[in-house]
């Protein structure tokens, strides 16, 4: 969801609040109860909630430590070349 940064024309009153994209923006002032409030033009920023953000989400087994290290052979180094890496052969 994202989060939008508001400010009170009123009172400078500065706010952040997480709203669908659906929901109707924020008019009336939290400190000073005027309908002042304005959604500041800001760098974008969204939650990202529930299952299926991380890397390891997906994974099983052995796979979900990939990040941890690297478990691909190492390469010899007399195969690699431009052409690709003989080791694989």
Not at 9 to 27: N, T
Not at 30 to 36: A, G, H, L
Not at 52 to 75: H, I, Q, R, V
Request: net charge negative; hydrophobic share 30%.
């Amino acid at each position: 969801m994202p989060i939008y940064e508001y400010q009170c024309g009123s009172c400078g009153h500065q706010l952040e609040a997480i709203q669908k994209f659906s929901d109707a923006p924020l008019v009336d002032c939290p400190t000073c109860d005027k309908p002042e409030l304005k959604k500041m033009l800001s760098m974008p920023g969204f939650r990202l909630k529930g299952g299926g953000w991380y890397e390891t989400d997906f994974k099983t087994g052995a796979k979900k430590n990939l990040a941890a290290g690297d478990s691909a052979p190492a390469c010899s180094g007399n195969g690699c070349g431009a052409s690709g890496c003989s080791a694989a052969d």
